[in-house]
């Protein structure tokens, strides 16, 4: 399929189950055969949970062996549409991070777009935790599995670089969730 809007012309490369190439072409603006990954409608939604008395975030420690290093990302879950989005994030923290929350903890703080090149939408969540709700952890896939639940303070997540843990902690900010 290609499409023309003005002189940009878009070309997709490949179309698969869940994610398409596709080429822009743009005279006008000097760019020609730029290649792009896009998601196809599958939005997501990501979410740190926050222990008040301790006040920090559960971050996910995920391992990544090619790079040789750690990546703190915050938890997250692609959107099944049978479900609403609370009850994705309760079946998540309850996956990867341990934790069996009452719906009333989980706070929505906003959306944000994935990236200018994906048409996927990422809702934010901060979830209330407590010690009492801490149970066994239980990962669907070996990725999970091998991934570890860590605290971290709100200062030791800013030095990182996960744009969705920044973000959902600036926003439970600017809502006085936090």
């Known amino acids: ?40 409608g599958v939005d997501s939604v990501a979410f740190l949970c926050y222990h008040k008395d ?25 959107i099944d549409k049978d479900k609403d989005y609370e009850e994705i994030v309760r079946d998540e923290v309850l996956e990867e991070a341990g934790y069996k929350v009452d ?28 010690d009492k709700q801490k149970t066994k952890r239980r990962p669907e896939n070996p990725c999970e599995a091998l991934a570890e639940p860590t605290w971290m303070s709100e200062e030791e997540i800013k030095k990182g670089d996960d744009w969705k843990a920044i973000t959902i902690i600036e926003k439970a900010k600017l809502l006085d969730l936090i």
């Open 103 to 130: 719906p009333s903890k989980i706070k929505k703080v906003g959306r944000s777009f994935v990236s200018t090149q994906m048409n996927q939408y990422c809702y934010l969540y901060v979830v209330f935790v407590s």
């Open 54 to 78: 301790t006040q920090k975030f559960l971050i996910n420690k995920e391992a990544t062996p090619p790079i040789g290093k750690f990546l703190f990302r915050a938890f997250g879950g692609s």
């Open 1 to 40: 399929m290609k499409y023309n809007s003005g002189m940009r012309i878009v070309k997709q490369v490949t179309d698969y189950r869940f994610i398409n190439l596709k080429e822009v072409s743009d005279p006008n603006m000097g760019v020609k055969g730029y290649q792009f990954a896009e998601r196809k």
